[in-house]
T-cell receptor, first 115, second 114 residues
Framework: DSGVTQTPKHLITATGQRVTLRCSPRSGDLSVYWYQQSLDQGLQFLIQYYNGEERAKGNILERFSAQQFPDLHSELNLSSLELGDSALYFC??????????????FGSGTRLTVV | AQSVTQPDIHITVSEGASLELRCNYSYGATPYLFWYVQSPGQGLQLLLKYFSGDTLVQGIKGFEAEFKRSQSSFNLRKPSVHWSDAAEYFCAVGGRASNYKLTFGKGTLLTVNP
């Protein structure tokens, strides 16, 4: 157990629907990073939050949004889902804005299947 | 733009043999470099990282990597592979200049034959 908790572990939904993925960072970590892992694109950085504020953005689609709450957990919202959004979504956390001596700690991911 | 190339998609080695996984990066400033390992159905586990200092870094499970700035490489090595090392290995680059966002390579799948 890495200490980063992602729920749900698996999610199956239909095209056009909206889902919310949740991430609880390791205790004491202030930064949360979201990544998408798909067969064709590999691991892609989506977005980063540090202590509630957005700090960096990658190739995140406009249909996707995220936020970090005062208790530091984060949610990734995916809307108007398409078949191509099927992927493994990872959350990683860090104590600071950037890697620590332990790098970034990854959760075990949420596998999203859009049918 | 930052990028990582892992030239080998799939490598097969025999148990007990030595291993080297290649990683070439492109980054416009001082890079932070990482190697992560992913077992099937699992998240990513950090093997080792390079931030600065000694260019030969030691990691967990007997892995090491050498940062060669002149070659823009950060190859991962292990002198003797164990069957439990079978997994997918990812090299990643990031740094202060990109606000620490990581760019990953496509990964190298390692198969270990008994």
């Amino acid at each position: 157990d890495s200490g980063v908790t992602q729920t749900p572990k698996h999610l199956i939904t239909a095209t056009g629907q909206r889902v919310t993925l949740r991430c609880s960072p390791r205790s004491g970590d202030l930064s949360v990073y979201w990544y998408q892992q798909s067969l064709d694109q590999g691991l892609q950085f989506l977005i980063q939050y540090y202590n509630g504020e957005e700090r960096a953005k990658g190739n995140i689609l406009e249909r996707f949004s995220a936020q970090q709450f005062p208790d530091l957990h984060s949610e990734l919202n995916l809307s108007s889902l398409e078949l191509g959004d099927s992927a493994l979504y990872f959350c990683a956390s860090s104590a600071i804005n950037g890697p620590t001596e332990n790098g970034y700690t990854f959760g075990s991911g949420t596998r999203l299947t859009v049918v | 733009a930052q990028s990582v190339t892992q030239p080998d998609i799939h490598i097969t080695v025999s148990e007990g043999a030595s291993l080297e996984l290649r990683c070439n990066y492109s980054y416009g400033a001082t890079p932070y470099l990482f190697w992560y390992v992913q077992s099937p159905g699992q998240g990513l586990q950090l093997l080792l990282k390079y931030f600065s200092g000694d260019t030969l870094v030691q990691g967990i499970k007997g892995f090491e990597a050498e940062f060669k700035r002149s070659q823009s490489s950060f190859n991962l090595r292990k002198p003797s592979v164990h069957w439990s090392d079978a997994a997918e290995y990812f090299c990643a680059v990031g740094g202060r200049a990109s606000n620490y966002k990581l760019t990953f390579g496509k990964g190298t799948l390692l198969t270990v034959n008994p």
